[in-house]
T-cell receptor, first 111, second 111 residues
């Protein structure tokens, strides 16, 4: 089945750009997602990209998709302390419509 | 306006005492999912309903069951909670395509 991998931690300074990386295994994944989770809270959809796109930009967020390498990245421009959270990459699995999640990347932003 | 509502937000139950978690949606989505998220881990799919069709993940323990009496509501029943079942339980809905909406989650503590 689908497997989604992410690096576990990223630490940046306020105002810098953050880049969170993700790899997935199922080349037939049609949609790929980024979710944000703050402590004790549910999952907030940040953005998603369809597999026929290479890039999607939404304000401070840029998603890059390399379908050949099955690599997805999320870039946050001008990172703020409020961006500190866990970021999950997710792919729609082959077997059904459910999302398969990576383990999450903890982003720590220092001022 | 919350569109996927989970109740309660926090639930404390005794070891071995049956507990039910609730999820309701105002989106009229066909598909409803239950995920279990343990501390510092990825959300793990337990099961989902596509309309009335129940789909259980192969590794979901028998201790976990679900009911969907109508489109709007879905329940997660844990028959005999153990200490290892303490987690955040996330409900999500989807129209069967690309969009997923998550509730805020119920944090279950087993004492």
């Amino acid at each position: 089945g689908e497997d989604v991998e992410q690096s576990l931690f990223l630490s940046v300074r306020e105002g810098d750009s953050s880049v969170i990386n993700c790899t997935y295994t199922d080349s037939s994944s049609t949609y790929l997602y980024w979710y944000k989770q703050e402590p004790g809270a549910g999952l907030q959809l940040l953005t998603y990209i369809f597999s026929n796109m290479d890039m999607k930009q939404d304000q401070r967020l840029t998603v890059l998709l390399n379908k050949k390498d099955k690599h997805l990245s999320l870039r946050i421009a001008d990172t703020q302390t409020g961006d500190s959270a866990i970021y999950f990459c997710a792919a729609r699995g082959r077997a059904g419509t459910a999302l398969i999640f990576g383990k999450g990347t903890t982003l720590s932003v220092s001022s | 306006d919350a569109m996927v509502i989970q109740n309660p937000r926090y639930q404390v139950t005794q070891f071995g005492k049956p507990v039910t978690l609730s999820c309701s949606q105002t989106l009229n989505h066909n598909v409803m999912y239950w995920y279990q998220q343990k501390s510092s881990q990825a959300p793990k799919l337990l099961f989902h309903y596509y309309d009335k069709d129940f789909n259980n993940e192969a590794d979901t323990p028998d201790n976990f069951q679900s009911r969907r009496p109508n489109t709007s509501f879905c329940f997660l029943d844990i028959r005999s909670p153990g200490l290892g079942d303490a987690a955040m339980y996330l409900c999500a809905t989807s129209p069967g395509g690309s969009g997923y909406t998550f509730g805020s989650g119920t944090r279950l503590t087993v004492v």
